[in-house]
């Protein structure tokens, strides 16, 4: 079985996605994990972020892997904590934004999701790389809360910085964020985390009766 869970960057993709995999015993797939990792490594071996072409050959060559937990590797090193530092929150849209990288990522997020029951989380998992899902949920949350959330995370920078951080990132991301028709929305404004969870998971055991 495979759960998609998209939305806007702060809507709690992955704190959900990761804690509903962990209750139900699936796998987790964090995609933005993915680009930041190719990121990193393109960082790491002085390819330009703007040459599509080595890096997308770069993807292929050097495929995501994920560990126990939250681990994330490539080219054999655990990334799993450089990976979230803020150079690589600058750099990754400009890699991500390439549809030769994002294509050689989705054939890697498909394959992966084949291994086993999954939650994958994303910007176009229910309408581009897995249309198939059994489980399609979009999290939304007001703006402010996306920044707080954020805040939380992050040293050094203010709400309202974030925000307009988030609103620039909403801008960029737009074009390969994507809502599934069948998608269930799911508001987390005023819900926590086991709120969603557990929501999603009443709709998981709806679906496998």
């Keep these: 079985m495979i759960v998609a869970i998209d939305g806007p960057a702060g809507a709690g993709k992955s704190s959900v996605a990761r804690a509903l995999a962990r209750r139900l015993g699936f796998r987790y797939l964090d ?9 990193w490594l393109a960082l790491q071996t002085g390819t330009a972020l703007d040459d599509a072409t080595a890096l997308a050959r770069l993807a292929r060559e050097r495929p995501v892997e994920f560990g126990a937990g939250d681990a994330v ?29 994002r294509e050689v990522m989705r054939e890697r997020q498909r394959a992966l999701g084949e291994q086993g029951d999954s939650v ?11 249309p198939h899902a059994d489980l399609k949920v979009w999290l939304v949350a007001d703006p402010r809360v996306r920044a707080l959330r954020r805040h939380a995370e992050r040293d050094g920078l203010t709400v309202a910085t974030l925000a307009d951080e988030l609103r620039r990132r909403d801008e960029r991301d737009a074009a390969n964020t994507h809502r599934a028709e069948d998608a269930v929305e799911v508001d987390t404004t005023d819900l926590s985390l086991d709120e969603v969870v557990a929501r999603i998971e009443g709709l998981v055991r709806e679906r496998v009766g």
């Design 31 to 39: 995609t933005g994990a993915m680009y930041r990792a190719l990121t």
């Design 73 to 101: 590797a490539i080219a054999g090193r655990d990334v799993t904590a450089e990976i979230r530092q803020a150079e690589i929150d600058a750099a990754v849209p400009v890699v991500a934004r390439h549809p030769e990288v």
């Design 120 to 130: 994958i989380e994303g910007r176009d998992i229910g309408v581009v790389v897995v």
